[in-house]
């Protein structure tokens, strides 16, 4: 006898790897401070969402830890999760964003990268989630109802932000962050 589950392949599943990161109170207070003294303007989306106005805040010295930790975690994602062999990565940009209150960021990839990670260092409740979008769902064919979401049948999925959080996913995967 066959077993359903024996059947269903996540054929061209696309993984979306949650960290904790390793960082003490005193740093995460330090990147705190910094992310706070921040120059930030207005991004080339609408939705109000803000980007610190330096797009390069890795080249600064007290993020070395910081850089250091989510690099190893991209290259940990390459190596366990996609299963590719060992490769000399390196971060080009690094931002930070700005989303207040009923703000949010358009739906939008990076298309200069392999992978893309999104860091939240202190998080409150009034944090929006971030949403990733399925890129193989064809919501205009159909529109079933479903009596439970799961990852084969949901056109996005929410993560809810939490302290220490890092996410690493492909960078082609449409992403953005939602209204609170």
Known sequence: MLHL????????ATPITLFTLDISKKEQDNIEKILQNLEYGATNQSGGAGISKNLFLF???KFKSL?????????????E?????????KITTSWATICNHREESERHKHCNSMYSAVYYNKCSDAFSDILFYNNNWTSNNY????????????????????????????????HRVSKM
Do not use: G, Q
Request: aromatic content about 16%; charged content about 25%; hydrophobic content about 35%.
């Open 5 to 12: 589950m024996d059947n269903v392949i996540p054929l061209f």
């Open 143 to 174: 529109d079933l109802e479903a009596k439970e979401y799961n990852y084969f049948n949901s056109s996005y999925w929410s993560i809810r932000p939490k302290d220490k959080l890092l996410i690493v996913f492909p960078s082609s995967m449409y």
């Open 59 to 61: 080249n600064n010295k």
């Open 67 to 79: 850089h250091k930790k989510i690099l190893d975690c991209v290259c940990t994602y390459n190596e």
């Open 81 to 89: 999760v996609m299963k590719y062999t060992k490769t000399k990565f």
